[in-house]
């Protein structure tokens, strides 16, 4: 049997259940009946529907439950003016408040749309001419200030560095001098001072042969050495006054905020450029050993006071790697500035 | 839903109308979605729902028919959406007396109680279809105007529905 053959007897036998199946209904559901005994199984035959169907009357006439329900619609029907009444109070509410809202954003908000044209620019482009206008400022509202704050790359006040320490003369000891070296030749210091780093001497060495030795973080001694010179090497085979320095071989580096110079974002209040601050603030942080900001000195007032304020207020925020000497964290001293400008965008 | 509520004028006539509806079908209407929900207080919330609903209709148009197809129409429809709601912490029970516990204990015959199980194993649609037809007393073509549908897709939701009460049936005989 097919599926469509199954569904045609299901409405077949609830035709039959409800009374309204014709004879020829009744005799095309005999007739699958009598080869499927799966809707014998589930439906039955005609008096077995009707036995279903009859069970269904008996359950509604055995009811004898009388529900009164005039109370409840009647007082709902009465309440409804009410409720309509508060509905129509709250959009007139919520029209006046919308009514408001938008005449606050029309009035206050939004440009004005009359306002003139001027300053066209003029191009040519292919032989076209274009024009391009743009609309006068006269009516529109000033720009609001836009403010530039310049962070001083070049520090201000920044001391010059140290001179190099005094050359010691030393006489050579033979059990210390590297057999390797011959002929050092030593060229004297180029401080790097325009880095704005630290003030480590730079020294140079070089051998015209074997190694040149150097050691971080204490004293090198470099020495001229005789050739193939062996462990009885002594002064007299030193041509010349042969001394040579004990290099003071340091490492040093300077605080600075973690996050390299731009980690200090002074943010003045907006009013201070209303008023027309400018100026620029130098200032120095003391930094301690841990790397924390205890003090901050302004060296150089931007002549506002707000300004200086904030400057220091930022630069004492941010955290710093503290001065290290030979990889020793010491108390430093940070030194900045910044330059504080009221820029129109016009 | 759009809200209609009636003026002076329509009230008086939205009153009489309303009145007489319900003094005529809100007993059978009532035991029908009893019978669809099988809670007496759910089914006299929807039928007063109905019946308001019949009331905001007549305010807004004093002219137009109000049938008794459309008061079970809209019964049938809430019933559902009802049904649908409940089915999320619907849950089946072990006893058979938790089926009929929103009958009165003087209607709860064999039959009654066979129809009530019956029902609560029903979909919605084979549910409104069964009722419809065989205990409210409309015809398949009346029943499929009322569910939406035809009347050859009732008689089948009948079939189906007289299955399930067969089975039933079956088990308590």
């Keep these: 049997m097919s599926l469509q053959s199954h569904r045609r007897t299901e409405v077949l036998a609830g035709a039959i259940a409800l009374g309204e199946a014709t004879e020829a209904d009744v005799r095309e559901y005999r007739e699958h009946l009598a080869h499927c005994s799966r809707c014998v199984a589930e439906f039955g035959g005609e008096r077995e529907l009707a036995r279903v169907a009859q069970r269904v009357l008996d359950a509604r006439d055995s009811e004898v439950w009388e529900p009164d329900l005039r109370a409840g619609v009647f007082s709902r029907m009465s309440a409804t003016p009410k409720r309509a009444l508060r509905y ?41 001419k274009i024009v391009l206008e743009r609309r006068s400022t006269r009516d529109a509202k000033p720009p609001a200030p836009k403010v ?199 | 839903m759009e809200q209609v509520y009636p003026t002076a004028i329509h009230a008086p006539v939205a009153h009489a109308r309303i009145e007489a509806l319900v003094r005529e079908h809100q007993a059978k209407l009532a035991r029908y979605v009893r019978r669809m929900v099988g809670d007496p207080d759910v089914a006299m919330d929807i039928a007063q729902d109905v019946f308001f609903a019949a009331y905001r209709t007549i305010a807004g148009d004093p002219d137009r028919p109000l049938t008794a197809g459309w008061l079970y129409k ?55 279809a069964l009722m419809l037809t065989t205990y409210t007393g409309y015809t398949s073509q009346e029943a499929a105007a009322i569910l939406g549908t035809t009347a050859d897709a009732v008689r089948q939701r009948v079939c189906r529905a007289m299955r399930t009460l067969r089975a039933v049936m079956a088990e308590h005989a």
Aim: proline fraction near 7%.
């Design chain 2, 74 to 128: 809209t019964a049938t429809n809430n019933a559902i959406s009802f049904l649908r709601r409940k089915k999320i912490i619907r849950f089946t029970p072990l006893d058979r007396d938790w089926e009929v516990r929103g009958l009165r204990i003087d209607e709860r015959s064999a039959a009654s109680i066979d129809l009530q199980v019956a029902m609560s194993r029903l979909p919605g649609d084979q549910a409104a």
């Design chain 1, 88 to 128: 129509g109070l709250g959009a007139l509410a919520g029209c006046l408040a919308l009514s408001a809202a938008l005449h606050f954003v029309v009035v206050g908000g939004l440009p004005s749309m009359h306002s003139q044209l001027a300053d066209p620019l003029v191009l040519n482009y292919e032989g076209n």
């Design chain 1, 148 to 346: 530039v704050i310049v962070h001083n790359i070049v520090r201000l006040a920044r001391p010059a560095a140290a001179p190099p320490a005094p050359v010691r003369a030393i006489a050579a000891k033979p059990a210390e001098i590297p057999r390797q070296v011959r002929n050092v030749a030593v060229t004297l210091p180029a401080t790097g001072a325009s880095n704005g780093r630290a003030s480590k001497p730079v020294w140079e060495a070089a051998a015209s042969s074997g190694a040149a030795h150097e050691r971080d973080g204490g004293a090198a001694t470099l020495s001229r050495a005789n050739g193939g010179g062996s462990g009885d090497t002594g002064n007299a085979a030193l041509a010349g006054p042969q001394t040579i320095g004990v290099l003071p071989s340091y490492t040093t580096r300077e605080a600075e905020p973690e996050g390299g110079e731009t980690a200090i974002n002074p943010r003045p209040p907006a009013i201070a450029f209303a008023e027309g601050a400018e100026g620029t603030a130098a200032f120095e942080v003391l930094v301690d050993e841990q790397g924390k900001a205890t003090k901050c000195i302004i060296t150089q007032s931007s002549g506002w006071p707000v300004l200086d304020q904030s400057t220091c207020d930022a630069a004492l925020s941010v955290r710093y790697r503290p001065k290290t000497i030979n990889g020793r964290a010491v108390p430093g001293v940070y030194r900045d500035a910044f330059t504080f400008r009221n820029q129109n965008p016009q």
